[in-house]
């Protein structure tokens, strides 16, 4: 039976997010940590990274970054609870974008995926406006 609920809540997310994400192939977002990069694989987005294998971005990433975001229109950038924001900010700063925090360790795990997948949806779909 806890079978059946959990992959039920799993063909619910999965079905939400299909609903959410399509039409957003090729778009762009940029998080400060590769968290979502499974999620972003899957509806064919891009996720820019400004931290890579624990390290913060070097300058030349940042800058190839700002100059991809720009010409994809990106106007949200999103910051991880876990992870420290430094980074983030300053993308956010050159870019003039907004800033939404997810947390990809919630303890319910299916809330913040739903909410990191509306998050997208709302960030792409602002940029497409």
Known sequence: ?????????????????????????GKVVIIAHAAYGYLCH???IQQLSVESGGK???VRSVENMVKEA???????????AQYP????ERVATILGAKI???NAYQADYFAGEAYAVRAFHDALEEERE
């Open 1 to 25: 039976a806890r079978f059946h609920a959990l992959q039920a809540k799993c063909d619910a997310l999965i079905a939400y997010a299909d609903a959410q994400l399509e039409g957003y192939q």
């Open 70 to 80: 720009k010409r994809m229109g990106v106007k949200t950038v999103f910051s991880l």
């Open 56 to 58: 913060e971005a070097t």
């Open 42 to 44: 899957e509806y064919g």
């Open 85 to 88: 924001k430094k980074g983030i």
């Open 100 to 102: 939404v925090q997810l």
